[in-house]
């Protein structure tokens, strides 16, 4: 958790620095679904990086049902959990090919 701060606290200064619109995530290679992550990654470094522009995301995950069951039912823990964020505030989408990525 401590090096995925670090790593996102080095991207939105970048972000910061150089206005952002849209940022693709490659976590094809990921074997293992943190929750705790991914409500911080949300519910603050989301909603502050948003201030500075950053408001769509591709997301590409691994071939695993297991991991793709593991965001659906984290998405639902972070609306049930934190009200106020709002997953439709942002364009989401997933996609399976860096292509499709940046295409959409």
């Known amino acids: 958790m401590k090096d995925f701060r670090e790593i996102f606290a080095q991207i939105g200064a970048y972000i910061k620095e150089h206005p952002t619109q849209k940022m ?3 976590k094809r290679n990921l074997k293992v679904f ?3 992550s991914m409500v911080w990654y ?3 470094w989301k909603k502050e990086m948003k201030q500075y522009g950053l408001a769509v995301y591709r997301k590409l995950l691994p071939k695993d049902d297991f991991f793709r069951k593991a965001v659906e039912i984290g998405r639902k823990g972070i609306v049930k959990d934190h009200p106020d964020f709002r ?3 942002f364009d989401i989408r997933y996609c399976e090919t860096i292509e499709e990525a940046l295409q959409s």
């Open 42 to 44: 949300h519910v603050e």
């Open 87 to 89: 997953f439709e505030d």
């Open 24 to 26: 693709i995530l490659d």
């Open 34 to 36: 943190h929750q705790a």
